[in-house]
């Protein structure tokens, strides 16, 4: 069982950026991933970005290309996803989760934070 916790997330006007943490202690046994995922109010969670700590991979969702970046400290078992050029329809609770496969469908993550709210306002 994987332990993650979110950190870095706050309210920033558009155009802005932030940067997120996802500190983690334990991991699966496999292939290490870790996913990032969002939910806004009413809305259904959707698919970040992705790396592996093994390979190296990642994987980026649409709303991320060019302006989202993933990167991590092995020192620190942290990952981090760094948000570039945030937009208004950027505000949601932002989760990292623990899987064995660089995907993005959520099912594939079988342990999740708590998730930290990033609010962008216009």
């Known amino acids: 069982q994987v332990q993650l916790v979110e950190s870095g997330g706050g309210t920033v006007q558009a155009g802005g950026s932030l940067k997120l943490s996802c500190a983690t202690s334990g991991r699966p046994s496999g292939n290490f991933v870790i996913g990032w995922f969002r939910q806004a109010p009413g809305k259904e969670r959707e698919f970040v970005a992705a790396?592996?700590?093994?390979?190296?991979?990642?994987y980026y969702a649409d709303i991320a290309q060019g302006r989202f970046a993933v990167s991590r400290d092995n020192a620190k078992n942290t990952d981090y996803l760094q948000m570039n050029s945030l937009k208004p329809e950027d505000t949601a609770v932002y989760y990292c989760?623990?899987?064995?496969?660089?995907?993005?469908?959520?099912?594939?993550?079988?342990?999740w934070g708590r998730g930290t709210q990033v609010t962008v306002s216009s």
């Open positions: 989760a623990a899987g064995t496969s660089v995907s993005a469908y959520d099912r594939h993550y079988g342990d």
């Open positions: 790396s592996s700590r093994d390979s190296g991979g990642t």
